[in-house]
């Protein structure tokens, strides 16, 4: 079973950029990035082929950006122009989701 680790989170202020990144413990196919706020489900945001097809949820879309590095099987999600509602839990796995999720890493928004 292929396990994740996500890792760059952290607190930033509105407006500011975040870096993202997933570590897979072996090879992967269409990954995702989701995330989970306080008091909602977790909802996918960013998808990307392994053939570098990528989609985005409405409420991400150009400001986030989803990207792999297939020989490394990592996963990342370069988010900029960040606001409150982007606050959240964020994780990464495959699409359709995986049985197992890693720890997710936490962005806060906040000035």
């Known amino acids: 079973q292929v396990q994740f680790v996500e890792s760059g989170g952290g607190l930033v202020q509105p407006g500011g950029s975040l870096t993202l990144s997933c570590a897979a413990s072996?090879?992967?196919?269409?990954m995702g990035w989701y995330r989970q706020a306080p008091g909602k489900q977790r909802e996918l945001i960013a998808r990307m082929t392994r053939g570098s097809v990528t989609n985005y949820a409405d409420s991400v879309k150009g400001r986030f950006t989803i990207s792999r590095d297939n020989a490394k099987n990592t996963v990342y999600l370069q988010m900029n122009s960040l606001n409150s509602g982007d606050t959240a839990v964020y994780f990464c796995n495959t699409n359709p989701p995986l049985a197992q999720w890693g720890k997710g890493t936490l962005v806060t928004v906040s000035s």
């Open positions: 072996g090879i992967i196919g269409t």
